[in-house]
C-alpha cells in the first residue's frame, strides 16, 4: 500500500495529530504533522516523491531511525519508515520520505 500513498493522501492533515505507535519501549503517541513537502522528481519514477515530517511532544528522549506505524484516519495503519531530525522548541521532529 506504501507504493499507492500521495502527497494528498497527507496534505489534508497538516497540523493535525496522527498516532505513532513506536516500539522498544512501546508507545502510541501523538504527532503533530508539521510539513508535508514535495521532492524533486527524477523522469520514469512512479509518483512524484514526498516527505512528510511529524513532532511528538518528546523532550530530551527520542526513537532511533526504525519502520513505525503511523495511525492514518483514511488508509488505516501504514509501516513506514521515520528518521529522527532532532528536537525544536516543542518537540522531537521525525522524517519518512516516500519516492
Same mark, same amino acid.
Given at each position: 500500500?506504501?507504493?499507492t500513498l500521495?502527497?494528498?493522501? $497527507? /496534505? *489534508?492533515?497538516?497540523? /493535525?495529530?496522527?498516532?505513532?505507535?513506536?516500539?522498544?519501549?512501546?508507545?502510541?503517541?501523538p504527532a =503533530?504533522?508539521?510539513? %508535508?513537502?514535495?521532492?524533486?522528481?527524477?523522469?520514469?519514477?512512479?509518483? *512524484? &516523491?514526498?516527505?512528510?515530517?511529524?513532532?511528538?511532544? /518528546?523532550?530530551?528522549?527520542?526513537? /532511533?531511525?526504525?519502520?513505525?506505524?503511523?495511525?492514518?484516519? %483514511?488508509?488505516? =495503519?501504514?509501516?513506514? $519508515?521515520?528518521? &529522527?531530525?532532532?528536537?525544536d522548541e516543542?518537540?522531537?521532529?521525525?522524517?519518512?520520505?516516500?519516492?
Amino acid at each position: 500500500m506504501l507504493d499507492t500513498l500521495q502527497i494528498t493522501d $497527507f /496534505q *489534508p492533515y497538516l497540523n /493535525q495529530t496522527l498516532p505513532v505507535r513506536f516500539r522498544q519501549p512501546e508507545a502510541t503517541l501523538p504527532a =503533530e504533522l508539521i510539513d %508535508v513537502s514535495e521532492l524533486v522528481s527524477h523522469p520514469g519514477s512512479p509518483r *512524484p &516523491p514526498f516527505s512528510i515530517i511529524l513532532r511528538t511532544s /518528546q523532550q530530551g528522549e527520542y526513537y /532511533q531511525q526504525a519502520i513505525y506505524t503511523l495511525l492514518h484516519p %483514511v488508509k488505516g =495503519e501504514l509501516d513506514i $519508515f521515520l528518521v &529522527p531530525l532532532g528536537a525544536d522548541e516543542k518537540g522531537m521532529r521525525y522524517q519518512a520520505i516516500f519516492n
